[in-house]
Structure formats: C-alpha cells, structure tokens
C-alpha cells in the first residue's frame, strides 16, 4: 500500500515562500509520475505541478515561472517549492502518485496566504 504524507503548508504573507513536501512509502517516487493539486474552498481540486518519471514537469498556467516541482529519489520525496505566493494559491495541496492504472492521494497540507 502507498503512503503519501505531506507537510510543509501554513500561513504565508503575500510574496512570501513555501516548500511543501510529500513523504512516500510502499513505493519509489522514481517509479510513479508525481504531482501536485490542490484545492480552495468550494473549488474543484485543481492540477498544480507534475513531474514525470523522466523528469519532465509540467506546470499550471496559474503557477508556472513561481513554483517548482523536484523529486529526491534517494529521500523517496517530491518538493514544491513555492514562490511569490498570492492570495489565490490559497488552497489544501494534495500529493499524488500515479504508476499506470494505480493512482494514490495523500491526506493534504493547508496553505493559507494572507494579505
């Protein structure tokens, strides 16, 4: 079974940075296209960042050029950094992990970015 647990989210000025970070188990990250999503209150949860097994990412139009997505196969993790945060990247970030028709999520981590 794979575990995904990020961390890393809080309360950040506008500007301001974070890196989140998501812990896997059970499986490698090398072995899965990695991404993030997140999720505002009463949005849909939304695409952020992907990173292939290859290492190609893609990013969302909303948060390309500010966030950055990486993998640390020997610390079996995925990072975003995040930078020029605004109010609108206000979300839950979700983790997930994707290996052919296998998909998991993790619980999320909140980031909150205030005025």
């Known amino acids: 079974q794979v575990q995904l647990v990020e961390s890393g989210g809080g309360l950040v000025q506008v500007g301001g940075s974070l890196k989140l970070s998501c812990a896997a188990s059970?499986?490698?990250?090398?072995?899965?296209?990695m991404a993030w999503y997140r999720q505002a209150p009463g949005k849909l949860r939304e695409f952020v960042a992907e990173?292939?097994?290859?290492?190609?990412?893609m990013y969302a139009d909303a948060v390309r050029g500010r966030f950055t997505i990486s993998r640390d196969n020997a610390k079996n993790a995925v990072y975003l950094q995040m930078n020029s945060l605004k109010p609108e990247d206000t979300a839950v970030y979700y983790c997930?992990?994707?290996?052919?028709?296998?998909?998991?999520w993790g619980q999320g981590t909140q980031v909150t970015v205030s005025s």
């Open positions: 997930y992990a994707r290996r052919g028709i296998q998909t998991n």
């Open positions: 059970g499986r490698t990250v090398r072995d899965s296209a």
């Open positions: 990173i292939s097994i290859s290492g190609f990412t």
